[in-house]
């Protein structure tokens, strides 16, 4: 006769060998089944220029092609084309290194070339990890011919984008930024891009404003590198509003534009969210003192990951450099602070380098030797504009109207801009980008909001994955507080999941149940991103710590399967990325599974 015990010891072998298995598949890197001819300085122009390349492609074994590497060429569109049909045949292909190829080409050839190497991605059913375009001087018409590429299924499962020093301007950065709108509502939310750079490419604050929509929509990001586009204090304030919408970023890098005082401080607000954060770069973005004061006093606490902090070339006085100095003191992991060519003066200097010294931490400090000595004029009217300004950079800051009425705080301003894109609220827009306080205006104290996810599954109540994937958003927004929303995701998660459950216990006969028990377990640690979905577009949740807190209490009711606490207690127990960030939360859940 078989027991619980052996049915929960051999779902959980089962599942714990699909983990391995999955493992190992992810232990694969890209990079390691390339195909390269980057650097060849190869003249592409007609398709028997490309005949070397196209029969490479072909000959490359089959199912392992999964990088391409172009750059260091210069490529025609007849020449796309050719390339374009050995790729049609290569579904596998995931990253595409195409920088520095169109060298010498028409603006008009450009988008027709990419256009050929889109479409052939498309047909084959690819599904693109990295695309680097970065050093075609294309402008904005070469956005006109990859924006279709970027909108497909090819790219929902994008994870790195290079747009390096392309010349986009504001009319390429905006349809740039439309274009990863638009895949990220396509994907239904399984957009998750992580890198995007894109410095040198005169975005300035219109075209920033929209990219800083785009992120904050996305909310994934954990690198983002915009150094040398003429964004302004609007445009600044727009980026911080959308870095906070995504909280595990670990490289920020916005070089060389101008923040000023009033930019630095938004700045400033948000840093202490951004607790993954490894790379700040602040430098030649004219701070001054003032947003010099206010950054030094976000990165007091808190930030311990950080790796390095440049604010370089900032005009910033005594003041801000010694409490900038102070700033470290609980920085085990720093390596690099930058504050050269600032205003510090001879005796500013000595100062900032004793509080360092006294930290024990000289070694971190880069040289002073190029500092520019005092200011006297330094933030007494940080914020006026320079006579030499144009009339277009006089107006930024009445221009900041368009991101934001209301920037005396930066939390009021991250609220509008989220609900200016969220009315009217709905289900789907709550699962598209679910948070607190929209589950609670869905339903109050939990009752109604159930309603309405019931009648948003419809037909759909039995389908494990479908109920699953509802329940761990919703889940999503609990907190380790007994708040309203925290009490509607347990509410909802327990009749949507109870409701699932009822429906496998009309399974005919003890394997059947048994096989209900293990779908739902599986698809269970599928959605918490503990295995890997089979669906390539599925992306799991970036923080899945309100799930842990959820499940923390599912796992406590009745209609809850012992076998499924079992085989979370094994997923749970293992060291994975997605449970690194979730400590609390985790350890609560791991305490609850093992009594």
């Avoid at 990890?129 to 909108?151: H, I, M, Q, R, T």
């Avoid at 999503?476 to 909802?492: K, L």
Wanted: hydrophobic share 40%.
């Amino acid at each position: 006769m078989t027991t619980t015990n052996d049915v929960v010891e051999n779902l959980t072998a089962k599942l714990a060998q699909a983990a391995v298995d999955d493992e190992e598949k992810q232990e694969e890197d890209p990079r390691s089944t390339e195909l390269s001819f980057a650097g060849r300085g190869l003249k592409l122009n007609e398709e028997k220029d490309a005949a070397e390349i196209v029969e490479a492609i072909e000959k490359f074994d089959r199912g392992k092609l999964l990088t391409l590497r172009l750059e260091g060429n210069t490529m025609g569109i007849e020449a796309a084309r050719a390339i374009a049909g050995a790729l049609e045949k290569r579904p596998e292909f995931r990253c595409a290194l195409w920088s520095d190829m169109f060298t010498g080409r028409l603006k008009s050839e450009i988008p027709i070339a990419l256009k050929h190497l889109g479409a052939a991605m498309t047909a084959a059913n690819t599904h693109l990890v990295e695309l680097n375009l970065s050093d075609n001087a294309f402008g904005p018409n070469g956005v006109e011919g990859f924006k279709d590429l970027l909108k497909s299924p090819v790219c929902y499962t994008l994870e790195e984008l290079y747009l390096n020093n392309n010349g986009l301007g504001i009319a390429g950065g905006t349809m740039l930024a439309r274009s990863l709108v638009e895949c990220h509502e396509r994907s239904d939310g399984a957009f998750a891009l992580r890198v995007f750079v894109a410095g040198r490419n005169r975005l300035e604050n219109d075209a920033a404003a929209e990219l800083a929509r785009a992120f904050e929509r996305i909310g994934t990001l954990q690198r983002v590198e915009m150094p040398q586009n003429g964004i302004n204090a609007p445009g600044i304030r727009a980026l911080a509003a959308a870095f906070d919408a995504n909280r595990r970023l670990r490289v920020v890098n916005l070089n060389d534009n101008t923040f000023t005082a009033d930019g630095a401080r938004s700045m400033a607000r948000v840093l202490p969210h951004l607790v993954e954060l490894e790379t700040l770069n602040f430098g030649d973005c004219l701070t001054r003192t003032d947003g010099a004061l206010a950054l030094a006093d976000a990165l007091k606490s808190g930030l311990v990951k950080l790796r390095e902090i440049v604010l370089s070339g900032n005009e910033i006085g005594q003041a801000g450099g010694v409490a900038l100095a102070e700033s470290i003191e609980n920085k085990p992991a720093l390596e690099k602070l930058d504050l050269s060519a600032n205003c510090f003066g001879e005796a500013g200097v000595e100062l900032v380098t004793g509080v360092v010294e006294a930290m024990d931490r000289v070694d971190v400090l880069q040289s002073l030797s190029d500092d520019e000595g005092t200011d006297d004029d330094d933030d007494d009217e940080d914020d006026e504009p320079d006579e030499d300004q144009s009339e277009d950079e006089k107006g930024d800051d009445n221009d900041a109207t368009k991101i934001d009425k209301k920037d005396n705080e930066l939390n009021d301003s991250i609220q509008q801009i989220n609900e200016s894109n969220l009315a009217p609220l709905t289900v789907a827009n709550f699962l598209k980008f679910p948070t607190a306080k929209k589950l609670v205006a869905l339903g109050g104290d939990g009752d109604e909001a159930v309603a309405k996810f019931r009648a948003e599954l419809g037909a759909d109540e039995r389908d494990v994955d479908r109920v699953l994937g509802v329940a761990v958003k919703v889940a999503s927004v609990a907190t380790d507080d007994d708040s309203e929303a925290t009490r509607a995701a347990t509410r909802c998660f327990d009749a949507l999941v109870s409701r699932l459950l009822r429906s496998t216990d009309d399974s005919t006969g003890e394997s059947a149940k048994n096989n209900a028990v293990m779908s739902f377990a599986n698809a269970l640690l599928v959605q918490i991103g503990l295995l890997k979905s089979e669906d390539k577009t599925h992306r799991p949740l970036v923080d899945i710590s309100g799930v842990l807190i959820t499940l923390e209490h599912a796992v406590r009711q009745d209609y809850f399967p012992r076998s499924v606490t079992e085989i979370l207690r094994v997923f749970v127990g293992r060291p994975h990325p997605q449970l690194e960030t979730a400590g609390a939360a985790r350890d609560k859940l791991l305490q609850t599974l093992s009594k």
